[in-house]
Structures are given as structure tokens and as C-alpha cells.
């Protein structure tokens, strides 16, 4: 609704329902089922923390095929605070009861990864669309093209 206002755009109650229809029928980039099957062999408990609701959250991960594979399906709807307030970071510590040390934030926004670094998470930027960094003061320990930089960067030696 602020979007079509600032931009001056009518935003009839049908076409406001259409956009958020679409919502429920997004696609998953092609990499995204076999990276995160990769995650899960190799035991890395997963979750998945975002701004959307749980119905759009549901939708997705049945659209692309993913059910099973996230231990928890986290909406900051729950919080009532969207990223990037702590209060939505904090989400990902309560349901995995593990330190913000043990847990990689993996992030598509930069902004997303920005906020999950102050938030104290090592972070992953997956900086699919290949945009500036944030000028925010901190950085992401590790950036990547896609998931599957994601699980060499987790499965590497350290």
C-alpha cells in the first residue's frame, strides 16, 4: 500500500489482491532445492527467518518442493517486529536454543545481512543480483553467488 502510494499508483482492492495472490505462488531459484539437500545430509540443522507471513512462507516451500527440509519456518510476524529488529534475529536463537555464534545467517537483502551482523550472527551474503555492498559499517564474513557458495563456505575447513 506505501509502495502505490509513493509512486502514485491506484491500487484497486482487486489488483491488491492479485499482488498478494502471487506472493503465494513465488518460485525458488534452481540451486536452492539440491544446496539445501546438501545442508540436511551433511547434518546442518536449517531454518528459515523472513518478513513474510507463515501462509506465504507455507506456499513457498511447498511450491518448490522443500517440505521436511526446515527444522523451523520462522515468520517475524510471530514477533510483531520485522528485520532487521533484533527482535526478528532473535527468533532463529529461541527456536534452535543455539548461541548467535553457532548459527550462519545466510541473507539474499544486503541490508538483511547487515542487519543480522550487528545482530552478532557470522553472515553470508548471497548476492545473487551482484549489488554494491551495504555502506552500513559492517560487512558479511563471506559472500557468494548463490546456495551452493553457501555450502562450500560451511563445509570448508576452518
Known sequence: MFAAKRLQLELTPDKRAQLMQAYLGLK???DVPSALRSLQEAGIRLAFLSNMTAKMLEAGITNAGL???FEHVLSTDQVRAYKPDPRAYQ?????LKLTREDI?????AGWDAAGAKWFGYPTFWVNRLNLPGEELGVAPDAIGR???DVVSFVKAPR
Open 28 to 30: 525458488t531459484w534452481p
Open 67 to 69: 517440505e521436511g527440509i
Open 146 to 148: 548463490d546456495l551452493t
Open 104 to 108: 550462519l545467517f545466510a541473507a539474499f
Open 91 to 95: 527468533m532463529a536463537i529461541d527456536a
